[in-house]
């Protein structure tokens, strides 16, 4: 998409403000954002609002208020197309089973014996997590943007700061708990998380958290992609397009972007909190992840980040904009040149 279809979803994206909580609520729809529309397996270029549900099914069965409607109105009256994407539920980790619908993993492409081994230095896309969280991903190496630009690792909040209930100062390991790692493997100290509040009403952006890393031991490399050449910040030109990501559980896989400015319902019941969380700004793309990929890079063909991952379902995986991702974090992804 080019100017006109940037055009189209800047109208989107101000339909979305008015129409979006009332799409949101509706009976079995787990996120609503910008993608395009889908017809018989094959994909259009026109921007849509594209609303996320658990499961398709026919309008018949629904009650007049739960029915998605083919176009909602914008601010200005004008009309704006709608689309329904079967996701699945949405789960912080994403569940196991949704490995199952991965391309299969290419190992053979990595540096490491296993992502899951114990790794010195560490990089991007290996096991790390809480010392009693059983399994993540580390995202990658980063610096705090003040001086004097201490090391860290990047990984989701649930992983290293077990959404909230780890204090600061807590050990992180690599590798994670279930790949073995023990408190002889600890590679950081736990420093900041955004909060996580599964109450179904709190607006979050992102799932993060940064460790110390008092020895250095952490780099600015992803596994297989290599040093991560930069960020990027996710425009309309980034739905459809190819992408790929790096986690502990599921190593290299490869999918495509199906929205973007995304309101994503999390449930976090499966690390014991009950209720979902929501989060706003997020990006959506076809199944890339499973337990213990938390943490993961999303990088695009630049090998530049795009965003990071926090949770998934049957047919899709959702990433914080890692833009939002650092700023509330106070750390910046170093390049090669600056080193870490």
């Given amino acids: 998409m080019r100017a006109r279809g940037q055009s189209e979803t800047a109208l989107m994206r101000r339909a979305l403000v008015v129409q979006g909580r009332r799409l949101l609520n509706m009976r079995g729809v787990v996120g609503v954002g910008i993608g395009t529309r889908v017809r018989g397996g094959v994909r259009y270029s026109d921007p849509t609002i594209t609303v996320l549900v658990e499961r398709k099914v026919k309008k018949s069965s629904l009650r007049l208020a739960d029915r998605v409607p083919s176009a909602v ?201 009950m209720g979902s969380a929501v989060f706003v700004n997020q990006i959506v793309t076809t199944p890339m992840g499973a337990y213990g990929d938390s943490g993961a890079l999303l990088i695009d063909g630049g090998s530049r980040a795009v965003g990071m991952l926090f949770s998934g379902g049957r047919l899709g995986t959702a990433y914080a904009p890692i833009s939002t991702v650092l700023r509330s974090l106070g750390v910046f992804i170093p390049t090669r040149s600056e080193g870490l």
């Fill in 73 to 273: 109105r914008s601010p200005d009256g004008r009309a704006v197309p709608v689309d329904v994407l079967e996701l699945g539920r949405m789960y912080a980790p994403p569940p196991v089973d949704s490995a199952s619908r991965l391309p299969a993993r290419r190992g053979s492409e990595s540096s490491l014996a296993s992502t899951t081994n114990r790794v010195r230095p560490a990089v991007g896309g290996v096991s790390a997590s809480h010392w009693r969280f059983p399994a993540g991903t580390l995202g990658v190496g980063v610096r705090g943007l003040a001086p004097p630009h201490l090391s860290y690792a990047l990984s989701c909040n649930h992983v290293f700061g077990l959404a909230g209930g780890a204090r600061r100062g807590d050990p992180i390991v690599q590798p994670s708990p279930l790949e073995g790692g023990t408190l002889s493997d600890v590679i950081g100290y736990l420093v900041a998380g955004t909060p996580v509040r599964p109450d179904g009403r709190t607006v979050h952006l992102a799932d993060a958290a940064i460790a110390w890393s008092p020895d250095n031991v952490i780099t600015g490399v992803v596994d297989v992609v290599g040093p991560v050449r930069g960020i990027r910040v996710v425009s309309s030109e980034a739905i459809d397009e190819r992408v790929r990501k790096v986690g502990s559980a599921t190593g290299l896989t490869e999918g495509r972007v199906l929205a973007i400015a995304a309101t994503i319902r999390a449930d976090y019941m499966r690390i014991g909190l």
